[in-house]
């Protein structure tokens, strides 16, 4: 179920409680928890409805401007039902706590047991350290150009690091990856001796959602953070080369989410 991040904001806010959706049957059940770029967003109620019943209350708790909006915007596919979902905020993603616990030495024991097992389920061989080191001395390059190093699909390689992410040893930047400090002690736990690395970035990462070419453009004037690009202007944002309507929009939103603006706004 895609969400756009104003209105993940919003739920995790408690400003919009309801989504509907046309879908041919339920894609969703109550109890459903979505991962989700502000956390964990649970399905509390799946109920089919029929458009003209809907009420200007309904278009407020799903966030819409307006019956007439929320209505226009469920007329496509009406061959489908219309559905009204429940969604509150369930809490952060465990992964994120998981990322920034720094495991013992039992616990390294563990995951370099589960890691041989992936090992040994893999149709192409023992793959997860070299991609851990892998991210570790190439962060923040893009999934392409590091799968190529391996000789690797994309697409596989992509699947493969989100299994690492599931273990609470990577995070996913705007482009490419990052260990976390999680995957910072395993991959040391190997070595004769901790890696040096630079110190992880002060301030929030850009959000994912402003796109590649959005994303370049800033870490290229020097904003790698939201924080930074909160001293900007959207005329200043809008004159960079890749920065279009939607990254600022999103960034808009990624901003608010923590109360705060881009300049002259």
């Known amino acids: 179920m895609m969400i756009r991040p104003a209105e993940l904001a919003a739920i995790k806010a408690g400003t919009v409680d309801l989504a509907f ?7 969703v059940v ?25 009420r200007a209350e309904d278009a407020r708790r799903a966030g819409a401007p307006s019956l007439a ?27 994120e706590l998981l990322r920034e616990s720094i495991p013992d030495a039992d616990e390294i024991a563990a995951i370099h047991a589960r ?5 040994g389920a893999s ?65 040391d736990a190997g070595l004769p001796e901790p890696r040096v690395r630079r110190p992880r970035e002060e301030g929030t990462p850009l959000p994912r959602a402003i796109g590649a070419p959005a994303t370049r453009a800033l870490r290229a004037a020097g904003l790698t953070t939201l924080e930074q690009v909160a001293t900007r202007s959207a005329e200043e ?4 080369h890749g920065v ?7 960034l808009r939103e990624a901003l608010a989410e923590q109360g705060a603006e881009l300049a002259e706004e």
């Open 237 to 240: 944002l809008a004159a960079m």
């Open 69 to 95: 909006a929320l209505r226009a915007a469920l007329a496509a596919r009406p061959d489908d039902p219309a559905w009204r979902i429940g969604l509150a905020y369930a809490g952060p993603d465990p992964r």
């Open 21 to 27: 959706r046309r879908w041919a049957r339920p894609r």
């Open 244 to 250: 279009g309507p939607i990254a600022i929009a999103r």
């Open 123 to 187: 149709a192409h061989g023992a793959w997860t350290r070299e991609t851990l080191d892998l991210i570790d001395l190439h962060a923040g390059v893009r999934a392409p150009d590091l799968a190529a190093r391996l000789g690797r699909e994309t697409p596989d390689f992509k699947k493969d690091v989100r299994k690492l992410k599931e273990l609470g040893l990577t995070e996913s930047l705007a482009i490419g990856y990052l260990l976390s400090p999680r995957g910072q002690a395993v991959v």
């Open 30 to 54: 109550v109890g459903t928890r979505m991962r989700t770029a502000v956390g964990l967003i649970e399905v509390t109620s799946v109920e089919q409805v029929g458009v003209a019943s809907l």
């Open 115 to 119: 890691l041989d097992r992936l090992d």
